[in-house]
């Protein structure tokens, strides 16, 4: 390495350090010591003069350097750049016409036209020929989105490489195109590889996206849902205040008894005349507190069920799948056969949720009937008594 190719090495490092903004993630310091490095390695295979290899490793170290200016046209002012630097420091006009020369030749379309201009322009793509490409790669993309100039998405950006690779770019040295196009081609089934997974991947969501739609367009209606939702609640709920109210009879009942009980039973075991007053009223009141008790119990009390059904049931729609107490026995393969028969059919699965609506209904009528009866009895009592104590009060 020339004293005046070290000293270009520094310079360009103290740009890029104090100059080149923090978005550049791709075309940095790092993006061109590989350039400079791929450009030894074509240099040492190639057969140049010691002149033109010091203008090439220059033009190598100063392409870039126009970033720190503008993006686009970023070469022309690499090259305003490389032509200042390299008149301070006495470069022969020579040098700095070919270092300009080949900086100009790492544009996208320029077609290189002697050796200096193949290898720098071999070397500014080396990277697509190394098991790195991958990640300077996505470097790129990055760099492309911090600027604002494109937000690639992974298929685009697969593409725009493949693009890359088999149209938009060739090697132009021999030893590039015998060395570097093994690794590259490698790249470039990767590529294509990854196209591959990402065709399959957005062909699932599509598939997705339309199974989502069609179970949209057969899905039952709002409306629907909302109706048998809100009347289960509410069945439910009157289930709960019909047990709310048997318990307020069993403990108000239970209450009566136990006091009367504890209360009266010395009267009751008192003389004849003396015990006569309240016999009648106590027992008058303890039979309706005890049928009381009973009405309530009967109101709460589940029946018994089979816990069983058969195909047969099913098919014809005779049992209701949905109730615990019709498969609380049975095994889970025949219930999830029984569940399936349902969920392969909207009609069933409408006729279920009725038909539970319906048992609801019916139980929900029982609980009620029982609790009016019980709390006729529970009042009748409660008046029998109240009068008999009168009765008896003024009678004896």
Request: glycine share 2%; charged share 25%.
């Amino acid at each position: 390495m020339t004293p005046l190719v070290e000293k270009t090495a520094n310079f360009v490092q103290d740009l890029f350090t104090k100059e080149l903004p923090n978005t550049f993630i791709y075309h940095n310091y790092k993006h061109t010591q590989r350039v400079v490095k791929s450009s030894k390695e074509l240099i040492e295979k190639s057969q140049i003069s010691v002149k033109q290899e010091e203008a090439l490793l220059l033009a190598a170290w100063l392409h870039d350097t126009g970033y720190t200016r503008k993006y686009a046209g970023h070469e022309e002012e690499s090259v305003e750049i490389a032509k200042e630097w390299l008149q301070q420091n006495d470069a022969d006009a020579e040098t700095i016409e070919t270092v300009s020369r080949c900086i100009l030749a790492t544009r996208m379309h320029a077609e290189p036209r002697d050796i200096l201009e193949e290898i720098i322009k071999d070397a500014d793509t080396s990277h697509l020929a190394k098991d790195y490409f991958e990640e300077t790669s996505e470097f790129l993309r990055q760099e492309l989105k911090l600027l604002k100039i494109k937000n690639f998405s992974d298929r685009e950006w697969i593409k725009q490489n493949i693009d890359l690779f088999t149209t938009k770019h060739e090697f132009y040295t021999d030893y590039a195109r015998q060395n570097w196009k093994e690794q590259k081609d490698k790249n470039l089934y990767e590529l294509l590889e990854a196209q591959g997974k990402a065709r399959k991947k957005l062909a699932k969501e599509e598939a997705k996206a339309r199974l989502k739609v069609k179970y949209k367009d057969k899905s039952p209606d709002r409306g629907i849902q909302t109706l048998f939702r809100v009347t289960m609640r509410n069945h439910l709920k009157l289930s709960d205040i019909a047990d709310t109210k048997a318990n307020i009879l069993l403990s108000v009942n239970a209450i009566i008894i136990s006091l009367a009980i504890s209360n009266l039973i010395p009267d009751l075991t008192a003389p004849v005349d003396a015990g006569t007053t309240v016999m009648i009223p106590t027992f008058i009141l303890m039979i309706f507190s005890v049928a009381s008790i009973i009405g309530a119990i009967m109101s709460t009390r589940p029946n018994v069920t089979s816990g069983e059904f058969t195909k047969e049931q099913v098919k014809n729609g005779d049992v209701n799948v949905l109730f615990f107490g019709n498969f609380h026995r049975m095994p889970y393969d025949q219930f999830e056969w029984a569940m399936h028969e349902i969920l392969n059919n909207r009609t069933d699965v409408y006729e279920s949720l009725m038909k539970d609506l319906y048992m609801l209904g019916i139980v929900l009528n029982r609980k009620y009937y029982l609790l009016r009866i019980t709390y006729t009895v529970f009042m009748i009592g409660i008046i029998l008594s109240v009068l008999s104590f009168i009765v008896t009060y003024y009678l004896v």
